[in-house]
């Protein structure tokens, strides 16, 4: 099947730039010797894991499903490792029975599960905050006031002073403090961590550094990356652990939709088989406006792209204040309208609000062939609800 002929709405991932992005991942890997994971949160494309599993050393996992599932999809070679905000009672063995890496986020949650990870066997990790970031929102940023992700170093020294051998057990500390961040920011991080943290890498055998490295994004400092990571392992002695997700589906694929109506109120306003709070919830959240193929600056037709839910500010770029899209030829109803950069931060964030379809997931290659296909449809709205 041709890529035009599939149904709408789709998400439809292109297989060869999400196969650079990974040889890029892999080449960072490489040539920092660190290893690279990736963070199902931002990326779970289950026709994009054959290539996952090929490039990357394993997966960043949330809780059991993504732990389930990054051993389903990467198989039993791959690393996984599995943080959460907290644990709950009922999952933990079967977590650990998947995973290599468990990542603890406070003292309470380490001492509750200690005897029992470690005798499963699996390395163990505690979320430090390094209070420094410098993430464009609040809602992005993991390390500001009230933060609940990661122990501050005041948490950390209270629990040592209260318990001398808090540490014993602890193989590696992660961080998570970058969002969509280049590596002249990372190492800004990087020196607030050391300076808080490093009396306390003795004990330690691994560091991660977290997501939010937007490593396949035009122009981001790949050399200074390697560089940091380099010097961290030499000074340190440790290994070091990267978890992008955003920078795996970086610009490999999009989102389809069709235009079903046009309406005027003081604008055209295009109904689509799709949704912005649905389908792309972080143009309402970011918030950011997504590139419309063929839009052009100068186009006497403007649209307006709304989604077929009730809610009245179901409009994509509303809430980045710039919804207009301009064309250089009219639109009309059963147009394909083609929204891009749409594969990571999407499909992990579905919803099926007002009953709206999900998109179908469809993997494409460079010649416009589909090769595989997920389809979607009542089942999912019924079981959720
Ligand atoms: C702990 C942790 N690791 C990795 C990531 C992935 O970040 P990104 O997709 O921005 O690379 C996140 C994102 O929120 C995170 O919270």
């Keep these: 099947m041709k890529i035009d002929e599939i149904q709408t709405p789709a998400y439809v991932c292109e297989k060869s730039k999400l196969r650079a992005n990974l040889a890029l991942l892999q080449s960072v890997g490489e040539r920092s010797g660190a290893v690279v994971l990736c963070a199902l949160k931002g990326f779970a494309f289950s026709l994009g ?112 002073s209260e318990e001398s051998g808090f540490l014993e057990g602890i193989s590696g500390f992660h961080f998570h403090a970058l969002c969509e961040e280049g590596a002249e920011n990372l190492e800004r991080v990087l020196e607030a961590f050391e300076a808080k943290f490093s009396k306390y890498f003795g004990v330690i055998k691994w560091l991660n550094f977290g997501g939010g490295h937007h490593i396949t994004r035009e122009g981001y400092n790949v050399e200074l990356l390697i560089s940091l990571i380099k010097k961290f392992r030499e000074k340190y002695g440790v290994e070091v652990f990267l978890e992008p997700g955003e ?42 406006r997504p590139t419309v193929r063929g839009e052009s600056k100068e186009g006497k037709f403007v649209y307006r792209f709304g989604g077929n839910t009730c ?73 959720r609800n």
């Design 49 to 160: 894991m054959p290539l996952v599993k090929k490039y990357l050393s394993g997966a960043t996992c949330s809780g059991l499903h993504e732990a389930k599932f990054a051993r389903q999809m990467l198989g039993a070679g791959a690393q996984v490792h599995t943080y959460s905000p907290a644990f709950k009672e009922c999952d933990m063995a079967e977590i650990l029975s998947l995973s290599d890496h468990v990542v603890f986020n406070s003292a309470s949650q380490w001492r509750k599960y200690r005897a029992q990870a470690m005798s499963a066997g699996v390395q163990c990790g505690l979320r430090l905050n390094p209070q420094t970031s410098f993430a464009p929102k609040d809602a992005y940023n993991p390390c500001g006031k009230f933060s609940r992700l990661g122990m501050t170093l005041g948490a950390l020294e209270r629990a040592i």
């Design 247 to 288: 920078a795996v589906g970086w610009e490999c694929g999009y989102l389809v939709a069709s235009v079903l109506d046009i309406v005027e109120n003081d604008a055209n306003i295009a109904i689509l088989d799709t949704s912005a709070e649905a389908h792309m919830p972080d143009t309402v959240l970011m918030p950011y």
């Design 311 to 383: 809610l009245a500010g179901d409009i994509v770029g509303l809430e980045a204040g710039e919804p207009e899209y301009k064309f250089d030829t009219p639109l009309k109803i059963g147009d394909r309208v083609i929204f891009e950069d749409q594969i990571h931060y999407t499909i992990v964030k579905n919803t099926t609000f007002n009953g709206i379809k999900l998109p179908n997931l469809v993997m494409v290659d460079e010649s416009g062939n589909v090769e595989d296909m997920i389809e979607f449809g009542y089942e999912e709205f019924r079981r």
